[in-house]
């Protein structure tokens, strides 16, 4: 398939599986795909033509799903630091999310340069934090308490309509219970704001739903029960509300549907450590080098740090023979860099050069997220093998409206 060079494979009956536990667990709910989890445009194509709206995280993005013919509706733009430019680009082609009272501004201005009133929501940082403590200080959105003392501004603004609420604050979330409280909340929040004057014709849930990346400590986001309280919260909140419902996951989707392949070109041994040495490492797939960097200086990963890092075990890691030997190995890029580790200690079937290593949970935050041009290398291809068994070869960031 590959002639050298690392590549990607996407499964799209992994990720239409995924879209339909979604789907079954939150009926009520639409569903809008986090591009900046994987922009590649079969995800894109797929998830979109059966059903999701887009989430996108730039304008750049926003181009992505408008060049998939979505309605304005269907695509909501969420992302601090949007300048003029970016409005500009945008404000014909989706839902924006104004994430500060300076943006609000500046949408207002631009709004008003078009001849048009711009309906839009607002991301809000809530006074609550995902595990149950108080709010905290954020880059992300405006403070709640903030909101109701810049409601004469916000009424102020003549080309602007606040429609809707956004509020994200954590993702990879595994807990139902924590998932729970958040969705609650959220529409506590939705409720107050309608109490104090504010249109709410959306709320935009965020994401949060996580995916298991480590199978020998994690366990996997019990979906039903969290589905049977989301039904019991809009019963309870909704038949005043009656918003539209939006969650975005992006993992949750995709994650488990991607492996990412490279193939090994050296081993060697040093002091007793056994090295395979790769084509593609950090600038190939990064989210597990980033791992290993931090556990050599912390032992133990004790904090996420979203998408970049995880927990400690963020793939699992597979020779592709048919050996029956077993041997631990230290898996290395190719880089003249220190920290160009993919994994560390682990155990594989025996290996030789030339033979590939598959590495798993690369649906997500991979392609994308990686250094990949670093030091002239060359960036992975990336494959997407549909529901009939067909294999394409695809790209990302290769198509747009703009
Ligand atoms: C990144 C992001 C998401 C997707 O997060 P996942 O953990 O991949 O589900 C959704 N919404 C916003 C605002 C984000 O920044």
């Known amino acids: 398939m590959n002639e050298g060079g690392s590549y990607y494979l996407y499964d799209e009956k992994i990720i239409l599986d995924q879209l339909a536990i979604l789907k079954n667990a939150f009926p009520q709910v639409r569903i809008f795909y986090s591009a900046k989890t994987n922009p590649n445009k079969n995800i894109l194509e797929t998830l979109t033509k059966n059903g999701c709206g887009i989430d996108a995280a730039s304008s750049a993005e926003v181009g992505y799903a408008a060049a998939l013919n979505l309605a304005k509706e269907d695509i909501s733009y969420s992302s601090p630091g949007k300048t003029k430019e970016d409005i500009k680009r945008t404000i014909c082609v989706c839902r924006i999310v104004a994430d500060s009272f300076s943006e609000l501004e500046l949408i207002n201005e631009t709004a008003k340069e078009k001849g048009l009133t711009a309906e839009i929501s607002l991301r809000i940082n809530p006074d609550f934090s995902m595990f149950g403590a108080d709010g905290l200080p954020s880059q992300f959105g405006v403070d709640e308490e903030a909101v109701l003392s810049h409601k004469p501004f916000i009424d ?26 958040y969705y609650e909340n959220v529409f506590r929040l939705a409720v107050f704001l309608k109490n104090s004057g504010f249109d709410i014709k959306i709320i935009n849930f965020g994401s949060g739903p996580g995916v298991v990346y480590d199978r020998t400590s994690e366990k996997p986001l019990d979906i039903e029960r969290l589905s049977k309280d989301m039904s019991l919260f809009i019963e309870k909140y909704n038949s005043v509300l009656n ?22 070109v050296d081993k060697k041994i040093s002091r ?10 950090l ?81 997500s935050y991979g392609y994308s997220l990686s250094v990949r041009e670093f030091a002239g290398q060359r960036t992975p291809k990336e494959y997407f093998k549909t529901l009939s068994g067909e294999i394409l070869c695809t790209a990302s960031n290769r198509f747009s409206l703009f």
């Open 243 to 264: 918003a539209e419902l939006i969650i975005e996951p992006g993992r949750f989707l995709v994650c488990q549907a991607g492996n990412y392949f490279t193939k090994i």
């Open 283 to 363: 600038n190939g797939f990064m989210r597990p080098c980033a791992a290993n960097l931090v556990k050599k200086f912390a032992k133990e990963i004790s904090f996420s740090a979203e998408p970049l890092i995880t927990n400690n075990n963020p793939c699992e890691f597979f020779v592709l023979n048919d050996s029956t030997r077993k041997e631990i190995v230290t898996v290395a890029g190719n880089l003249c860099s220190g920290s160009d580790i993919l994994a560390k200690d682990v155990v594989l079937n025996e290996a030789k050069v030339g033979d590939m290593i598959m590495v798993t949970n690369a649906g």
């Open 156 to 181: 102020s603004l003549t080309n602007v309509k606040i429609t809707g609420i956004h509020v994200h604050i954590q993702s990879q979330i595994l807990d139902w219970a924590v998932l729970s409280r």
């Open 272 to 281: 007793g450590t056994v090295y395979l040495i790769v084509e593609g490492g």
